[in-house]
């Protein structure tokens, strides 16, 4: 019935979803999980407010990729951040800058914002201008940033999505603009750039749990804790599994075959 080695890893999906669905019901009978504080993702409150005192916009930025792209969940994790960056922005009177790169981001992002300010009952603060769609292009989209600092002069930049070689050319430019930086990225080979320039870096998976963290919503919090179950079986599978290797015992890997 099963393909060698596809039978325990049905075996797993079942166990993982099976955790994450009893996560998600508890979090429906009020049994809010606890997370970890991630002083990054508080620091938006932080900069918004900065840019409010110095009547400066804030600019936030997804990132270069797309909605049908294997890195999608990047560029989902950074419209979650707009979306919260708007809602903060509408509550506090600001001025805010939102940038993308691709066609199919654009009225996604532009939806995300307008949404922020309606249910802060404030639609007639949102302006048509604060998404700007810029270039597919990553220089040409570093580029049109790069003219952004200049002309409107942010005083605060959120870059939450995913980030290939024009990272640090947006960093590095808003750190000698002297704005305060956020930003993260699963794409390892850009992190070391964000370390550098940011005042705050998310680094791997903190990126996707963003919107969960900053919503607040149990059901979601509750999906996290189910997927950091799924994840602490598979540590123990792997620690086991090595340990009793290395006494000449490879039953977990023979039981992984199956």
Not at 9 to 33: D, E, H, N, T, Y
Not at 141 to 150: E, F, K, P, T, V
Not at 200 to 209: A, D, N, W
Request: net charge neutral; with cysteine.
């Amino acid at each position: 019935m099963f393909l060698p080695g596809k039978l325990s890893g049905f075996i797993l999906l079942v166990i993982v979803c099976g955790a994450i669905l009893w996560r998600l019901q508890s979090a429906r009978r009020g049994k809010v999980p606890e997370v970890r504080k991630l002083p990054q993702l508080d620091a938006i409150d932080e900069l918004i407010g900065r840019c409010v005192e110095m009547g400066r916009p804030v600019h936030v930025s997804p990132g270069r990729g797309g909605l049908v792209d294997v890195e999608a969940s990047q560029i989902l994790a950074g419209l979650e951040v707009m979306s919260y960056v708007a809602r903060k922005v509408a509550q506090t009177d600001g001025k805010m800058i939102a940038t993308v790169c691709q066609a199919e981001v654009y009225p996604v992002a532009e939806s995300v914002v307008r949404e922020g300010f309606v249910v802060e009952g404030k639609p007639d603060a949102y302006q048509s201008d604060m998404v700007r769609y810029l270039s597919p292009n990553q220089f040409a989209y570093a580029g049109g940033i790069l003219g952004i600092y200049s002309r409107e002069k942010p005083a605060g930049n959120i870059y939450i999505g995913l980030f290939f070689a024009e990272s640090l050319l947006l960093l590095e430019g808003g750190y000698l603009a002297g704005a305060m930086q956020i930003g993260g990225t699963a794409n390892t080979l850009q992190t070391q750039f964000f370390v550098a320039c940011c005042d705050y870096t998310l680094i791997g998976e903190e990126v996707f749990i963003a919107g969960a963290y900053l919503s607040r919503d149990p059901m979601r919090l509750g999906g996290l804790l189910g997927q950091d179950i799924g994840k602490m079986l598979f540590m123990a599978l792997i620690a086991i599994g090595v340990i009793l290797k290395a006494f000449g015992n490879d039953s977990i890997s023979k039981i992984l075959s199956k």
